[in-house]
Nanobody
Framework: QVQLVESGGGLVQAGGSLRLSCVAS????????MGWFRQAPGKEREFVAS????????SYSDSVKDRFTISRDYAKNTLYLQMNSLKPEDTAVYYC???????????????????WGQGTQVTVSS
């Protein structure tokens, strides 16, 4: 059974940092391009960042570029999102996503995601 389990969310002041983790089990981690998405109250889910299957090439939305960093640890089957200089508008539920045989571009579209995590809440106070 495939599971993606996020952790690391919480409440932080504007300008602070958080590191999200997503532990993947039940799948061959290197087969999957991975991504982070977020959904704020009353808004649609949106792409945040993605990383390729083997070259660790990355892609970011304009709203988080230069503040967030996506990375992955193949030994730990874990995806990370380091979030710095957080803003109140970053407040959302953050989800990790897995796209089998995908690319950083295909997972970013959200249309080819095979598995989603359950989400972790990030709240940034002003």
């Amino acid at each position: 059974q495939v599971q993606l389990v996020e952790s690391g969310g919480g409440l932080v002041q504007a300008g602070g940092s958080l590191r999200l983790s997503c532990v993947a089990s039940g799948l061959s981690f290197s087969y999957y391009a991975m991504g982070w998405f977020r959904q704020a109250p009353g808004k649609e889910r949106e792409f945040v960042a993605s990383i390729s299957r083997t070259t660790n090439a990355t892609s970011y939305s304009d709203s988080v570029k230069d503040r967030f960093t996506i990375s992955r640890d193949y030994a730990k089957n874990t995806l990370y999102l380091q979030m710095n200089s957080l803003k109140p508008e970053d407040t959302a539920v953050y989800y990790c996503a897995a796209d089998r045989w995908g690319t950083k571009f295909s997972v970013a579209s959200g249309a080819n995601v095979d598995y989603w995590g359950q989400g972790t809440q990030v709240t940034v106070s002003s």
